[in-house]
């Protein structure tokens, strides 16, 4: 399964490591960040239409 | 026919990427791993470069993805100036996060790459040195968005920030040449066939090059939509308060 | 105009502003840097070019804030925009009266402060001429930065951040004439990048300035 890197292994494996999460964290934040503010908006928008 | 410019009103925005969103993110998530496994698990070892060769299906769009999200808030701060339509400005901010990010892959697994073939984690080469001020002005885009309470005035001075800051990091770019001769090798991808590299290695990172493309607009969708809601959010809340 | 300029020179000094404290700045990081690397009169001459230029750039930097910030608190700012003046005028003057009061004196007393560094004689002249050509660049683009972060009360940091990448070309090129100066090397090319990036900026950089100050002053 694993190909073989040979003596290169670690530098091969930790960039992708590295770049794979700063993918993904970049990624997960967006979303978070999204789902957050479109709560806080349909709350803040059903607020204004009860009372005005 | 639609004009381009009626996506530029927030609602129609937001409708038609909501549209969008879902399948730009599969069709981003399937080329990024079709691309990596292929580059990743069968490509060939290079003669000179070994292994480290697998680097590039991360190195090379990455960085390409850094200047062209400068080119793209460029553009957009520019839309913003001319035409003041918000949504333009709020994607430019949206743009800047993931422009940084992408640089700190490519000057992270430069780095990474750099060490075994060049025996430097990091050397003062023109191509990493302006990586470097990209990635400062980067930081001084972001952080003046921040500072700024009101998003008008923060939209207008970080779009003038912009152009200036393009200007001089495009002189930064030629300065830093001048200032040293470079380790880096030239372009990895030319329309001069000869130039480029080898097949086996050609097509695995187009397939990347597409998905971190790919990866990109679905996040500036994605963060240019929270944008306009936390802006709308803003403005409701300053309403409330008010009346 | 000239009044202006006059005023905001009168400013400077009283406040005890750009002069003494961009100076005194300036005499500390050359006294600092020994200490820092070592003694070795050598290597000082060897690097005596490049932090003579960092110095420089820094007690900039300094003194960057003061620029619209006394005209802003009291208002005066406000009144300034309504003047007949046009912005850009105003922009130009500002960064002129910054550059006589922090600039003309870093350069006077660089070669002090070269001497200071054991800077090889050849070295001067080139010293000299980068800094009186370069010091105008990094007032203008400082203006520029000061302009950007006038309405922010803890400006100072951001407006560091923002400038201090702007400073790089001019850094680069200024601080190659004087490294090759000092070397006895032929040093025209970056002397010629050098005053293009200055006069490019004296030229363009004003109405980018005056752009951001009109919003921030709106």
Not at chain 3, 120 to 143: D, F, H, K, N, R
């Amino acid at each position: 399964m694993m190909p073989d890197l040979g003596k290169y292994a670690d530098a091969v494996l930790s960039s992708y490591a590295v770049s794979i999460v700063l993918i993904v964290a970049l990624v997960a934040v967006s979303v978070m960040r999204a789902r957050k503010v479109r709560a806080q908006l349909d709350d803040v928008e059903n607020r204004s239409r009860k009372n005005g | 026919m639609a004009s381009f410019w009626e996506y530029a009103n927030p609602k129609k925005f937001i409708q038609t990427t909501d549209k969008l969103l879902p399948w730009l993110s599969v069709l981003a998530a399937l080329t990024l791993v079709v691309g990596l496994i292929w580059g990743f698990f069968f490509t060939p070892d290079d003669f000179r470069q070994g292994s480290t060769v697998k680097i590039i299906y991360l190195h090379v769009p990455s960085a390409l993805m850094a200047i062209n999200a400068w080119l793209m808030m460029l553009v957009a701060s520019l839309v913003w100036i001319v035409r003041r339509h918000h949504v333009s400005a709020l994607a430019a901010r949206a743009a800047a996060p993931v422009g940084a990010v992408m640089t700190v892959i490519a000057l992270a697994t430069g780095a990474i790459w750099g060490q075994p073939m060049w025996g430097t984690w990091w050397a003062w080469d023109p191509r990493l040195t302006s990586f470097l001020i990209l990635f400062l002005f980067y930081l001084g885009y972001m952080a003046l968005w921040a500072a700024i309470e009101n998003d008008d005035t923060a939209a207008d001075l970080t779009a003038v920030l912009c152009l200036v800051g393009s200007v001089f990091a495009l002189l930064s770019r030629y300065a830093v040449n001048f200032w040293n001769q470079g380790l880096h090798q030239g372009a990895s991808l030319s329309l001069d066939k000869e130039k480029n590299v080898a097949d086996v290695f050609y097509f695995p990172l187009l397939f990347c090059i597409a998905g971190f493309v790919l990866l990109f607009i679905a996040l500036v969708f994605l963060r240019t939509q929270t944008e306009i809601r936390a802006r709308r959010m803003r403005a409701l809340l300053a309403r409330e308060r008010l009346g | 105009m000239k009044a202006l300029l006059l005023r905001d020179i009168r400013l400077a000094v009283r406040a005890g502003g750009g002069f003494g404290l961009g100076l005194a700045f300036f005499l500390i990081v050359v006294v600092l840097v020994p200490f820092g690397v070592g003694p070795d009169s050598g290597l000082l001459a060897r690097i005596a070019p490049g932090i003579l230029w960092l110095g420089a750039l820094l007690s900039c930097l300094l003194s960057l804030d003061r620029i619209f910030a006394l005209d802003w608190e009291d208002g005066s700012l406000d009144l300034l925009a309504t003047a007949p003046l046009p912005m850009e005028a105003l922009v130009s003057i500002k960064s002129l009266a910054h550059w006589l009061t922090t600039g003309v004196p870093l350069v006077l007393a660089s070669p002090l402060f070269a001497l200071l560094l054991s800077l090889p004689s050849q070295g001067y002249a080139p010293l000299l001429m980068s800094l009186a050509l370069g010091t105008p660049a990094l007032s203008v683009i400082g203006t520029f930065g000061a302009a950007l972060t006038v309405g922010l009360k803890r400006g100072g940091l951001l407006l560091s951040l923002l400038v201090l990448p702007l400073y790089v070309p001019t850094l680069i090129f200024g601080a190659e004439v004087a490294r090759r100066g000092a070397m006895g090397l032929d040093f025209t090319v970056p002397l010629a990048m050098l005053a293009g990036i200055t006069f490019g900026a004296i030229a363009l950089l004003p109405f980018a300035s005056a752009a951001v100050l009109r919003v921030n002053l709106r």
